[in-house]
């Protein structure tokens, strides 16, 4: 089945900086566009970034300048690093394959002193 692994969260101090990954198995990303998406707690699932097939991006407004979706193909994987990361970057961060519409099962990300 089709299953997609988020890693890389945790708790770090504002301004620090940290990796998501996300590795996808039972298909394939080739020719798709994947995607990160976020949810703090008492809030709606929001965009946070995109990529296409051929590498075009788009981030949502409050990470734009901070964060970068990169995707390794050969790897079937997916990456999102947030730089300078602030306490309202705190979330439960969730891949999507957003082509077939699967989801990861989401990593935290927790940003305080």
């Known amino acids: 089945q089709v299953q997609l692994v988020e890693s890389g969260g945790g708790l770090v101090q504002p301004g620090e900086s940290l990796r998501l990954s996300c590795v996808v198995s039972?298909?394939?990303?080739?020719?798709?566009?994947m995607g990160w998406y976020r949810q703090a707690p008492g809030k709606q699932r929001e965009s946070v970034a995109h990529?296409?097939?051929?590498?075009?991006?788009n981030y949502n407004g409050a990470v734009k300048g901070r964060a970068t979706i990169s995707r390794d193909n050969s790897k079937n994987a997916v990456y999102l690093q947030i730089d300078n990361l602030k306490p309202e970057d705190t979330a439960v961060y969730y891949c999507h394959h957003v082509s077939l519409d699967y989801w990861g099962q989401g990593t935290q990300v927790t940003v305080s002193k």
């Open positions: 990529i296409t097939s051929g590498g075009l991006t």
């Open positions: 039972g298909t394939t990303i080739t020719n798709y566009i």
